[in-house]
């Protein structure tokens, strides 16, 4: 989806004129923001805008600041390799990071008090993020040449969860 189409989706929701009134701006600005270039806007919209300083400074604190201010996190997605055939390990590294980050969390479950137990658990749930949405990025992409064998999906059957469809 193209930036001004998702302005445009969420004004619609709120009402043009409640989002200029409510952010102390003009109607006309608001609605060249959800027409896009292809109206011939002279206002580069506020998306467009991040977009550019995410590009310019390459400085991932403002994605993490824009995600919390949305009461959420910013993960980076890994980048898929061009060849080779990557799923399986791909797989298997996700598998291992949500393993490693069960683990910590019954640790966590059955020792509150030990130090710092949000921090660790909040850095095992990004790495594992990270690598399952390499899982999928390699799936859509249909970058991959080979399947699992079929003892490793029957010893891990959180593949057919990832897979729809499976992989055999």
Request: glycine residues 4%; hydrophobic residues 40%.
């Given at each position: 989806m193209e930036s001004h189409e998702i302005l445009r989706a969420a004004f619609?929701?709120?009402g043009c004129k409640n989002v200029a009134a409510e952010m102390?701006?003009?109607?006309?600005?608001?609605?060249?923001?959800?027409?896009?270039?292809?109206?011939?806007?002279?206002?580069?919209?506020?998306?467009?805008?991040?977009?550019?300083?995410?590009?310019?400074?390459a400085d991932r604190?403002?994605?993490?600041?824009?995600c919390a201010q949305g009461n959420g996190f910013f993960v980076e997605n890994p980048p898929a390799k061009k060849a080779g055939p990557q799923l399986p390990s791909a797989g298997l590294a996700a598998l291992k990071d949500l393993n490693q980050l069960e683990t910590a969390l019954?640790?966590?479950?059955?020792?509150?008090?030990?130090?710092?137990?949000?921090?660790?658990?909040?850095?095992?749930?990004?790495?594992?993020?990270?690598n399952v949405e390499r899982v999928v990025r390699v799936l859509e992409s249909k970058n991959f040449r080979q399947k699992l064998p079929i003892w490793i999906i029957k010893l891990y059957p959180i593949w057919d969860a990832l897979t729809p469809g499976g992989l055999i």
């Open positions: 619609k929701k709120t102390n701006l003009s109607l006309s600005l608001i609605h060249q923001w959800s027409r896009g270039n292809g109206g011939k806007s002279e206002a580069v919209n506020p998306l467009d805008r991040m977009a550019q300083l995410l590009e310019v400074t604190r403002l994605a993490d600041w824009i019954l640790e966590t479950l059955a020792q509150p008090a030990a130090p710092a137990p949000a921090e660790k658990l909040r850095r095992l749930w990004e790495v594992s993020k990270s």
